[in-house]
């Protein structure tokens, strides 16, 4: 088993005699209940813009035009990379904390700062071994005016939809870099946020679809829609071991996500960019919302935008960052996410019965995926995940456009 370098404080909030006692009670905040607005699929900021509908979609016969003010990127063209790469500095220290808001709980798909309806009653105990499994998808979205992207540079965004089996949710996961942890090239940790949580795929897929809209200062912009890179199996592997004495846990107690890829069986060159490996396994930690962030794509992010955890899983965070552990952390949108590169083999750090289950989970999924009617392979993994006719498959056999 690996040891992987801390990412915490160096000044804990809670001294090494701790055994997790619990916070400050209280209960939890009432939160209105709301119908969640059409998904975006990511998050949108700067300029206002009006979107409009495709010719030929219902109610319009190609004529009609829907007019909706929504946020668009400032950045489309030029910094975009910024957002991911360079780092915005954290908030001063001597800022006074805002109030923690009353999140909305929200039917169908939820974004940062509201809470998705039906979710499972918090249950804060760690447990250990395979603590999830379920699928994963890589997709990723070209920057704006590009249709055909040709190299990492064409890309505006890298997402990680995870589906964990036993649950209707799904998790749409935003990872910085546009790329996944490498530790062959580099040992530093890559931020993350959950972005969307829900249960209407439906609403998703059409959040990552093509955009056309108009911008005050650039006129009428399109944006296409994502494609998917790899499907695969996942597992979430807590090492059993974990110190229930130690005031810096996640140096010492670690939640590994380890993948398994089912499509494409051979990578190419855009698995290769995004860092997407047959077989893989990284670190996955939680930021307690409290801490100032450095997180390049986030920033000092409003308070109305932190993840919503109850009591229950607030008492978890001691320090800075913490093990993904309870994977129900990864429920609340919002939350932020460092994934920390490993050295070593999947098998090594999630040991050889964690690795067995993860060879039959992506096996079933293979199967799943050649039992679909036709098309070639790359199809008939989107018709598995039912985003067929919306993304292109030639990400999918490996290949840039």
Not at 363 to 378: M, P, R, V, W
Request: aromatic share 4%; proline share 7%; charged share 35%.
């Amino acid at each position: 088993m690996v040891t992987t370098r801390s990412h915490d404080d160096d000044k804990p909030a809670a001294s090494t005699g701790d055994k997790r006692h619990a916070a400050e009670g209280g209960s939890s905040p009432k939160r209105k209940k709301v119908v969640a607005k059409k998904e975006e699929g990511d998050e949108h900021d700067g300029e206002e813009h009006e979107e409009h509908k495709k010719p030929g979609s219902k109610g319009g016969k190609g004529k009609h035009v829907q007019k909706k003010v929504v946020k668009h990127e400032e950045h489309e063209e030029k910094g975009e990379e910024k957002k991911d790469e360079g780092e915005r500095p954290a908030g001063k220290s001597g800022d006074k904390k805002q109030e923690e808001p009353q999140g909305d709980v929200v039917e169908g798909n939820a974004q940062p700062g509201q809470v998705p309806a039906h979710l499972p009653k918090p249950d804060a105990e760690r447990k250990h071994g395979i603590i999830e499994k379920g699928h994963v998808y890589f997709i990723y979205r070209p920057k704006v005016e590009i249709d055909h992207p040709e190299s990492l540079d064409d890309v505006q965004r890298f997402h990680l939809l995870v589906v964990p089996h036993g649950s209707k949710l799904h998790r749409l996961i935003a990872i910085g870099k546009k790329a996944l942890p490498d530790a062959s090239e580099s040992t530093r940790p890559i931020w993350g946020q959950v972005v969307n949580v829900g249960e209407d795929m439906k609403a998703l897929k059409e959040g990552l679809g093509p955009k056309t809209y108009e911008t005050k200062t650039r006129g009428t912009r399109h944006q296409a829609g994502a494609r998917v890179a790899a499907s695969g199996a996942y597992v979430l592997y807590t090492v059993e071991d974990y110190p229930k004495d130690s005031a810096n846990e996640s140096a010492v107690y670690h939640t590994y996500f380890a993948y398994e890829i089912a499509v494409p069986h051979e990578m190419g060159e855009v698995q290769e960019a995004l860092h997407i490996q047959h077989e893989g396994a990284f670190t996955l930690q939680v930021k307690n919302p409290e801490a100032p962030s450095t997180n390049p794509a986030v920033g000092n992010q409003p308070a109305s935008k932190h993840p919503q955890f109850p009591p229950e899983y607030k008492k978890l965070f001691h320090t800075k960052f913490i093990p993904a552990s309870p994977p129900e952390l990864l429920d609340y949108p919002g939350a932020e996410l460092l994934l920390i590169p490993s050295k070593h083999e999947a098998v090594q750090d999630i040991g050889e019965k964690a690795e067995k289950e993860l060879d039959k989970e992506e096996k079933e999924l293979e199967e799943s995926i050649e039992g679909q009617k036709d098309g070639g392979e790359a199809k008939k993994a989107l018709k598995e995940m039912g985003l067929e006719g919306l993304i292109d498959g030639k990400a999918l056999e490996g290949h840039w456009e």
